[in-house]
């Protein structure tokens, strides 16, 4: 399947992408488009305005994907809550490593394509994953 | 003349009831630090991020029931920005020194009430530090008084 969201990434669209591709669409492409009426038909737009897959009343993008598509997964929605933070900041959730994200993402989308950033984001997000899968399951913090 | 910078401009307007939407907006424009041109107008200079803040509450008040646009605008004379940025610069400076004064009632506080103020005005001096476009003097002053009050934190903790 193709989905579409806005040019210039940062961390809710490359968390969004990451979660797509684990989680949701294996085969998933994605298309960079400056102006929402670009998005091609075939597409599913997210991380834009206007559209189903976007901030939600104080969701960011990253957390509307996991409601819509009824992922429960916690260490899911604790990833969320860094993404939320490092998006947008609004200190409901405590993720120390938000401020942390956001940079390693501006950085990254200073130095490379849209492309590369999601290339580099995805064994950021795998381990960010695992790390969390295994506090959870050890109810402290992992070695 | 001089050269102007770019704006991003947004134009609102929100029914007066329910009053939540409004406070809500209120709140998360006064997070992003804009400048309220005038009723129902307010801008932020220009980037990848402030717009993309802005569009995201634009259709928060569309959602909500109001109306929103939003303009990429430069102000027509270098005088009418010096006085915006001006403003923005005074509203930064204000919350700077507020924390700064914080740091030092904090600095006399007890051990671990001095930890909690020291995470908790770390936390708050980089919120600022997002809406701050265009940093005032106090911001160095904020940038020291917290200093003193991690060096005051950390020497305790080693001599205890």
């Known amino acids: 399947m193709r989905w579409a969201t806005r040019a210039g990434v940062h961390i809710d669209r490359a968390a969004c992408a990451w979660l797509i591709r684990r989680f949701l669409d294996p085969a998933a492409e994605f298309v960079f488009v400056a102006d929402p009426a670009d998005v091609p038909p075939d597409a599913t737009p997210f991380d834009m305005r206007g559209v189903a897959l976007g901030h939600v009343g104080s969701d960011c993008t990253f957390e509307t994907i996991l409601r819509r598509y009824e992922l429960t997964d916690p260490v899911l929605w604790r990833i969320a809550e860094a993404v939320h933070e490092a998006d947008l900041d609004d200190g409901r959730f405590d993720a120390p490593e938000a401020a942390g994200l956001d940079v390693l993402l501006r950085g990254l989308s200073m130095t490379g394509t849209d492309e590369q950033t999601l290339a580099v984001a995805g064994p950021l997000f795998d381990g960010l994953y695992e790390y969390h899968r295994r506090r959870l399951l050890l109810g402290r913090e992992p070695a | ?160």
């Open chain 2, 1 to 160: 003349m001089a050269a102007t910078g770019e704006w991003v401009l947004m134009s609102y307007r929100l029914p007066r009831e329910p009053s939540g939407p409004r406070t809500t907006l209120w709140r998360r424009l006064r997070r992003l630090g804009v400048a309220q041109l005038a009723d129902g107008l307010v801008a932020l200079p220009a980037d990848a991020r402030t717009r993309e803040s802005l569009e995201w509450l634009a259709d928060d008040v569309l959602a909500a029931g109001g109306t929103a646009g939003l303009w990429v605008a430069r102000p027509a004379g270098a005088a009418q920005e010096r006085e915006l940025a001006a403003g923005m610069a005074a509203a930064r400076a204000a919350e700077y020194r507020g924390l700064a004064e914080e740091c030092s009632t904090a600095v006399a506080a007890e051990p671990a009430e001095r930890s909690r103020a020291l995470r908790r005005l770390r936390t708050e001096f980089r919120a600022i530090g997002r809406r701050d476009f265009f940093p005032p003097p106090e911001r160095e002053d904020a940038v020291r008084a917290l200093r003193a009050l991690g060096e005051a934190a950390a020497t305790e903790q080693v001599t205890r």
